[in-house]
Nanobody
C-alpha cells in the first residue's frame, strides 16, 4: 500500500509563509509526478504545483511567483514553500503521486495516489 506522509500546514496571516512536505517511498518518489493539489469548500480540487519524474515543474497561475516546489532526493520528500499567502489560498492541500498529470504520463508510476490532506488557513 502506497503511503504519502504529509506535514506542515496550519494557520497564518496574509503575507505569511508556510511549508508543506510530503514523503513517499523511494520507488514512488523517483517514478511518479509528485506535487500538491488543493480543495476549498464548495470548489473542485485543483492542481497547485507538480514536479514530474523528468524534473519539469508546473504551477497554477494563481500561485506563480509565490510558491516554490522542490525535491529532497535524500529524504524522498517533495516540498512546497508557500510565501506571500493570501486568504484565497485557504484550502485543504493534498499531496499527490501521479501516473497521469495534465496529459503527461509517468510510465514508471503504477497509479495515482493521494495523501490524507492538510489544512491551510490564511486570515486577512
Amino acid at each position: 500500500q502506497v503511503q504519502l506522509v504529509e506535514s506542515g500546514g496550519g494557520s497564518v496571516q496574509a503575507g505569511g509563509s508556510l511549508k508543506l512536505s510530503c514523503a513517499a517511498s523511494g520507488y514512488i518518489f523517483r517514478n511518479c509526478a509528485m506535487g500538491w493539489y488543493r480543495q476549498a469548500p464548495g470548489q473542485e480540487r485543483e492542481a497547485v504545483s507538480l514536479i514530474r519524474d523528468d524534473k519539469i515543474t508546473t504551477y497554477a497561475d494563481s500561485v506563480k511567483g509565490r510558491f516554490t516546489i522542490s525535491r529532497d532526493n535524500a529524504k524522498h520528500t517533495v516540498i512546497l514553500q508557500m510565501n506571500g499567502l493570501i486568504p484565497e489560498d485557504t484550502a485543504v492541500y493534498y499531496c499527490a503521486a501521479l501516473r497521469y498529470s495534465g496529459g503527461y504520463i509517468s510510465y514508471g508510476c503504477p497509479s495515482n495516489y493521494w495523501g490524507q490532506g492538510t489544512q491551510v488557513t490564511v486570515s486577512s
